[in-house]
């Protein structure tokens, strides 16, 4: 597994201002998928492309595509739609599967109340979208599913990441990478990232 922290500039700058106190919805939502699209050409580095005929103004030549079949962008209910538009700003064709889960309150455990995938999920790389990878349970949840519906290869992007969750994914899903533009220090008692972002969701969809 392996954590990439893509430190750049314009990622510290975003983030410093996404972690402003009383900062409005609409700023925060702003700056939560400008961050997502530079996370979205980090995680893509490696994508594969193929070869595509073209008239240009010089005659035919050949270019690079990337073949949107490739891949399915999974916003996790709620907070990730936040980032969704990131992602699709780079790239337009991506196919989007949904998955939205609630908390057990006697088990704890995560609970699936909504699932939709793209389809042909096993020939797709799926890129997990949630703001806050805090303890990890819905992402484990997810990965799982994912893997149970034949996804092969699994990202995630996050925006701030705890070391417990970190922890969490590396134990029981070595095989996921992941891409963030913050490793903050650790959780609270109530599971909040310290100093993270507050409730992401609540900032996203002004609910606060
Ligand atoms: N979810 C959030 O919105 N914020 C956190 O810090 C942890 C989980």
């Known amino acids: 597994m392996s954590v990439t922290v893509v430190d750049h500039p314009l990622i510290r700058h975003k983030l410093g201002l ?32 193929e070869p595509l005929g ?53 088990t704890l455990e995560p609970v699936q109340y909504y699932v939709k995938l793209a389809k042909n999920i096993e020939q797709r790389m799926a890129f997990i979208l949630d703001p806050m990878l805090a303890t990890g349970g819905t992402l484990m949840a997810t990965i799982k599913l994912l893997k149970e519906a034949g996804c092969p290869k699994i990202r995630g992007l996050f925006l701030v990441a705890a070391p417990e969750g970190i922890a969490r994914l590396e134990k029981e899903h070595p095989d996921v990478d992941i891409y963030v533009a913050s490793v903050d220090d650790r959780l609270n008692d109530v599971g909040y990232i310290l100093p993270g972002l507050g409730d992401a969701g609540d900032k996203i969809f002004g609910t606060k």
Do not use: C
């Open 54 to 106: 073209i008239t240009s103004w010089a005659g035919d030549i050949q270019v690079d595509t990337i073949s949107g079949k490739m891949i399915t962008v999974v916003p996790i209910l709620r907070a990730g739609l936040g980032m969704m538009d990131g992602v699709i700003d780079m790239i337009p064709g991506t196919k989007i599967s949904v998955v939205g889960f609630y908390r057990n309150e006697e």
């Open 18 to 49: 996404l972690r402003t106190h009383d900062i409005s919805t609409s700023k925060f939502r702003a700056l939560s998928i400008e961050i997502t699209r530079l996370l979205t050409y980090e995680a893509t580095k490696d994508l594969e492309t």
